[in-house]
């Protein structure tokens, strides 16, 4: 079993900059793909970002490309999300999630593992 605590997030001026990090727990974290998904207000959970477990596969959401990162650390067991250039609406609640297939993938139900999730805020 894997378990995820998200951390990083808060409240930021619209152009600002937050990282996130998600802090695994778990012996095989270096075999599961991660991947990062936001539920705003009101709007059902969407993806952002996914990382293959090597490292090598990233995708992005369309919404973010360009300003958002995925990176992943296996020796400490944490992936990242760097987001720059944030606007409102990437408002959300952020979720990690761990995927035992070790693909990077856009769906929801591959991953067999959540986080708690952490709050971003982007004021204008």
């Known amino acids: 079993q894997v378990r995820m605590v998200e951390s990083g997030g808060g409240l930021v001026q619209a152009g600002g900059s937050l990282r996130l990090s998600c802090a695994a727990s778990?012996?095989?974290?270096?075999?599961?793909?991660m991947g990062w998904f936001r539920q705003g207000p009101g709007k059902e959970r969407e993806f952002v970002a996914t990382?293959?477990?090597?490292?090598?596969?990233?995708y992005y959401a369309d919404s973010v490309k360009g300003r958002f990162t995925i990176s992943r650390d296996n020796a400490k067991n944490t992936v990242y999300l760097q987001m720059n250039s944030l606007k409102p609406e990437d408002t959300a609640v952020y979720y990690c999630?761990?995927?035992?297939?070790?693909?990077?993938?856009?769906?929801?139900?591959?991953?067999?593992?959540w986080g708690q999730g952490t709050q971003v805020t982007v004021s204008s």
């Open positions: 778990g012996r095989t974290f270096s075999r599961y793909a």
């Open positions: 990382i293959s477990w090597s490292g090598g596969s990233t």
């Open positions: 999630a761990a995927g035992s297939l070790g693909r990077a993938t856009m769906v929801p139900n591959e991953y067999n593992y």
